[in-house]
């Protein structure tokens, strides 16, 4: 018996038990245990569930099931108008929404054929590069505190929440902020903003000058991350994987760089590159991630161009209130908007941006109606999640939660 794989399946998750003596590289005779992680877990990030198949402490199986999340977003879209769309995207991933909004936005702009002006292109640059910060921030301050690494925890979410206020005031809302408009935005920047951002930048940059200074070069941290779950250039592409994770193993692929849009090929900047594809490497492709998203950000803020933000047209973007109080053209464009909403013509669309976690993509199909055909996203938690079992297959019981704290899962995006 020692010399033969027994297969036994006991239903939990597609995992199947094994006897494997032989792979133990010993005698001992010894059954493995199937341990649940998820779905309801604090170090999960969301609500999904890993079933680990265990020899002592090391993972000879994983499987990873998600799907928790029932709220149908894509037929959702399907039921509303196209700018009703926005609250939807937000909730795709939380961390960053306004990259998701202007996801949204660009793809029904290139199904109308229209662009919006320079200043409307670069104030979603500033707003899409904070949200980016705000997502690596909240990836990498909370993966610390799973390694006991409490107080760069504080630091870092201390540094998201200089950005965050600033968002809220933009906004109007921390997280679920529903801030981009087809055609353009809900409003400008408010006053004194330019100013207020250079100072939270500061913050920033001290205190992940202070978290590098704890964190990336202790012993114990390194012992922790490195050689951990690694992943390979080519293992990236075959799984579909984008994003920082892609980019730790040195895929060198990124939206703003390859397929600029909102003007970001008038920004220098460039893309952070790992070797080893392990947790380490990603940990810190996100921290230089965010010193090139500051670098955009302030070349943004340099360059602002001054004019409207939205399209002058009528039929995508609402008149002006005075315009709807005074003249009855006004009134009929303003009556007609909000009843059958922006109506592209037929056809449709694939658009891709650059999320938080990596390519994130809409396509949509119009058939001519207020209302989009058919919506589907290409978000880059659920294609990741694919990989996940690989990464974890060899790794031991300890390496799950950090494993899984640099995959950065968001559950909203694996809502299927």
């Given at each position: ?6 297969n ?7 995992v ?5 003596a ?7 005779h010894?059954?493995?245990m199937?341990?649940n992680l ?13 079933v680990?198949e ?28 196209y ?10 991933n ?8 202007v ?7 290139k ?9 409307s292109q ?6 899409s590069e904070m949200?980016?910060?705000t997502?690596h921030?909240?990836?990498l ?31 109007g ?16 920047l ?13 913050g ?6 202070n978290s590098?200074?704890l ?18 250039a080519?293992?990236a ?26 003007s970001?090929q008038d ?11 392990d947790n ?7 921290m230089?991630?965010?010193?090139q998203?500051i670098r ?13 933000i ?7 973007v ?13 009134m009929i ?10 109506q592209p013509?037929?056809?449709?669309v ?19 109606t207020g ?16 990989v ?9 019981i300890?390496d799950?939660v950090p494993?899984?704290g640099?995959v ?5 995006e694996?809502?299927?």
């Open positions: 018996m020692a010399k033969e794989l027994l036994v399946d006991y239903g939990v998750g597609g199947t038990t094994h006897l494997r032989h792979d133990l590289g010993d005698d001992l010894s059954e493995t199937i341990l998820g779905p309801a877990h604090p170090a999960t990030h969301g609500t999904v569930r890993i680990v265990l020899s002592g402490e090391k993972i000879l199986d994983a499987d990873v099931e998600v799907g928790y999340l029932h709220r149908g977003f894509e037929k959702m879209c399907e039921t509303v108008d700018n009703q769309v926005m609250p939807y995207t937000d909730r795709l939380y961390v960053s929404p306004i990259i998701n909004n996801g949204w936005c660009l793809t029904v702009e199904l109308l054929g229209v662009e919006v002006p320079k200043r670069y104030i979603r640059v500033i707003l949200s980016r910060i997502d921030l909240t990836c301050g909370a993966s610390a505190m799973e390694l006991g690494a409490f107080t760069v925890m504080l630091y870092l979410i201390q540094a998201r929440e200089y950005l965050w206020e600033l968002i809220e005031e933009v906004t809302a921390r997280l679920t902020i529903s801030y981009c408009r087809v055609g353009g935005l809900k409003a400008d408010p006053e004194g903003f330019v100013a207020k951002l250079r100072k939270a930048i500061g920033v940059q001290m205190h992940l000058e590098d200074r964190l990336t070069r202790n012993r114990i941290f390194i012992d922790r991350m490195c050689d951990v779950a690694p992943l390979s080519a293992d592409i075959d799984y579909g994987v984008t994003g920082p994770l892609a980019r730790a193993a040195g895929v060198n692929y990124d939206v703003r760089k390859f397929y600029p849009y909102s970001y920004f220098q900047f460039d893309v952070p590159l790992g070797t080893k594809g380490y490497d990603r940990f810190v492709v996100r230089q991630e965010i010193h998203s955009i950000i302030e070349q943004a803020l340099k360059n602002l161009p001054d004019g409207p939205n399209v002058d047209d009528p039929h995508i609402l008149a002006p209130k005075d315009e709807v109080y005074s003249s009855i053209d006004g464009n303003h009556f007609e908007m909000v009843i059958k909403g922006v013509p037929k056809g449709d694939y658009l891709p941006v650059e999320g938080g976690n990596g390519e994130l993509g809409f396509y949509t199909v119009s058939d001519g209302a989009p055909y058919r919506v589907h996203v290409r978000a880059p938690s659920f294609i990741h999640m694919g996940v079992g690989k990464l974890l297959t060899g790794a031991n300890a799950v494993t899984f640099m950065n899962m968001i559950g909203g694996c809502d299927r």
